[in-house]
């Protein structure tokens, strides 16, 4: 109990001093809303240049209220840390600069500060004024692929599909005339591919925007791990974990230390059948960035391992973190809804949460998270029709599948349940260290008693 008290009262000073704050996933995931690559030429180098600017920049910035173009700068940087280091320190700050930048000079002779703007507000999940904004962006520079680019990705974050959709036919229909734009073109088709349930295609994808970030000056070792990475995520996601981890590792041979690739090793060794490395690695992991769904998933594999009294103080701890302040709230409020209803902790808590923030983001996991807190509260009927809602565009995913399992099984279509447990195993058998041993157990009683 004294180690767990003294790492929350560690994690409880960090919170405080950096207001820290994941964005979502990918791709999280956790979340499996993969952070997308900026829409804006993002200002990638090594930490030490990095670090130099921010600190001349904020010296400028200081010394003339009215440098809106050092802020704007100050913005790029400040995004491309966050997504080096997952800390929203950073994120704050950017948010700072860009609205000071604003305040200085207007949107209109300052699209700048608007660009910076919007993706701060997506990057903070405040996506109904991202989308706002991004259109306002559009407006002023219609010819540009930049603010389209965050068009899309905020209409899939809020489950607009039909917009969604009209404007990826817009990104589709524009030349990629440098290799930034082939990046981030290829990225958006990757999304849309898995969202789908062309897996295949997302991987080939994702190469392509490998190779097109590898042709970028300087090269952007953030993004071409994330690339890494999102390869990673694609093949545990079909249950190939081998090549899992061999994406991982040449993800941290780019990026050495990059904490999105840790936790993508960390979960390819849980689905290999791993648990004391993937233990490690979420250890290494959450120590780097103590992410409420990396915690989460170390506290699951001690679990299987029959850890239960450190899973229990992990499980602790993701629940101190959602009530750390008001802004881990919005940005982990779907984590900890399904946090929750997998752990049968504060149930209608969950399925508040879900619910209200479906009412927002109605892209499918956000159904799929409303379907599975409604089937944990015995709402199975909501559950039922929520998970229709979440398999609408044909999305492939273990952990959905299974979701769909369950509530077929409560509802009593016992044929149904079979079929989703089946192409849960099918797609990815380990999907997840607890909840597929049970999708197997399910499964054999079925087919049994059948």
């Not at 790029?76 to 994120?91: E, N």
């Not at 199975?380 to 959905?400: I, K, S, Y």
């Amino acid at each position: 109990m004294n180690t767990l008290l003294r790492r929350l009262a560690s994690l409880w000073l960090l919170f405080n001093l950096l207001s820290f704050a994941a964005c979502s996933n990918s791709a999280s995931e956790s979340e499996p809303a993969p952070v997308s690559v900026p829409a804006a030429a993002a200002i990638e180098s090594d930490d030490a240049a990095t670090d130099s600017a921010i600190r001349f920049l904020e010296q400028k910035a200081r010394e003339d209220e009215q440098d809106f173009v050092a802020r704007n700068k100050l913005v790029g940087y400040y995004l491309q840390k966050v997504r080096d280091t997952g800390s929203v320190r950073y994120l704050e700050l950017a948010d700072r600069a860009a609205r000071e930048s604003l305040a200085s000079v207007p949107a209109e002779q300052n699209v700048g500060g608007l660009a910076g703007l919007t993706q701060v507000e997506f990057a903070s999940h405040a996506f109904e004024s991202a989308r706002s904004n991004a259109d306002r962006w559009r407006a002023l520079e219609p010819g540009k692929l930049g603010p389209l680019l965050v068009q899309y990705d905020v209409l899939v974050e809020l489950g607009d599909d039909a917009a969604a959709n009209g404007v990826f036919r817009e990104i589709e229909g524009r030349s990629a005339a440098s290799d930034r734009a082939a990046l981030d073109v290829a990225v958006r088709r990757a999304k849309q591919s898995m969202l789908k349930g062309d897996v295949e295609k997302a991987r080939h994808q994702y190469e392509l925007a490998l190779v097109a970030a590898g042709e970028i000056e300087p090269a952007p070792r953030e993004t071409i791990a994330w690339c890494r990475v999102q390869l990673a995520e694609t093949a545990i996601a079909v249950g190939d974990y081998a090549a899992a981890l061999g994406h991982a590792d040449d993800a941290l041979v780019v990026f050495p230390g990059y904490f999105r690739a840790l936790a993508a090793r960390a979960r390819s060794l849980a689905a290999s059948g791993d648990l004391a490395g993937a233990i490690a690695e979420y250890e290494h992991v959450t120590r780097v960035v103590p992410d409420p769904s990396f915690i989460a998933s170390l506290g699951d594999c001690y679990a299987a391992a029959g850890r239960d009294a450190d899973a229990s103080a992990q499980y602790t701890i993701v629940e101190k973190i959602g009530k750390l302040s008001a802004f881990n709230g919005v940005l982990y409020n779907r984590q900890l809804a399904v946090f929750r209803a997998d752990h049968g902790r504060d149930l209608e808590l969950a399925y508040a949460d879900a619910a209200r923030e479906y009412k927002l983001r109605r892209d499918v996991y956000g159904a799929d998270a409303l379907a599975w807190t409604a089937f944990k509260t015995g709402r199975v009927a909501e559950a039922q029709t929520a998970m229709r809602d979440a398999l609408r565009l044909g999305t492939r995913d273990a952990r959905m599948f299974a979701h769909a399992g369950e509530i077929a099984l409560a509802a009593g279509d016992t044929a149904g349940a079979k079929s989703y447990f089946e192409r849960s195993l099918a797609l990815s058998p380990a999907f997840d260290p607890l909840a597929a041993p049970r999708v197997r157990e399910k499964l054999a009683s079925l087919t049994t008693a059948g």
